[in-house]
């Protein structure tokens, strides 16, 4: 809770792999009014706060009141597929690439409560659907 990340600069031998807050896998994890600014980086998938990989767990985060502004990609990057039921609560970003990035194919965040503004690229691009429950078998 009340964490910063700031000047978060690339090494030339990982360019894409910077971000300020790295939300990975795990049970009862909690980002509260967190800020990430000045994050470096190449393209949108340089985040201030980033779900990433294929290794999420099914437990849901607990996000909330969170803040990103000056970050060259994007503010949040949520890039997972198979998450559970999640929230995305009071985010705030400004003078980001992108403020909020969502994707991979499919999960069930929920962003509520959020501002987003002054973004030099996108505001909010979502690339995930809804999870679709598996097809009934025939016997």
């Known amino acids: 809770e009340n964490c910063v990340a700031s000047a978060i600069k690339p090494t030339s031998g990982a360019p ?24 470096q980086g190449d393209d949108s998938s ?10 999420f767990e ?3 985060w607990v ?3 969170c803040l990103s502004h000056d970050n060259y990609g994007s ?13 995305v609560d009071r985010y705030t970003s400004y ?11 499919t999960n069930l965040v929920s962003y509520r ?4 503004y002054a973004c030099a690229e996108n505001g909010l691009t979502i690339e995930a659907v809804p999870g679709v429950a598996d097809p009934p078998t025939t016997g």
Do not use: K, M
């Not at 980001?96 to 994707?103: F, K, R, Y």
């Open 75 to 87: 503010g949040l990057y949520f890039w997972v597929n198979g998450v559970p039921h999640s929230y």
């Open 95 to 105: 003078h980001d690439g992108h403020g909020i990035h969502a994707g991979a194919y």
């Open 16 to 39: 894409y792999e910077v971000t300020g807050f790295v939300l990975g896998p795990g049970q009862g994890n909690v980002a509260r009014g967190c800020v990430a600014v000045g994050v």
């Open 58 to 60: 099914a437990y849901p």
């Open 63 to 65: 996000f909330e009141d």
């Open 46 to 55: 340089t985040p201030g706060f980033g779900w990433r990989g294929d290794t």
């Open 113 to 116: 409560d959020c501002t987003v």
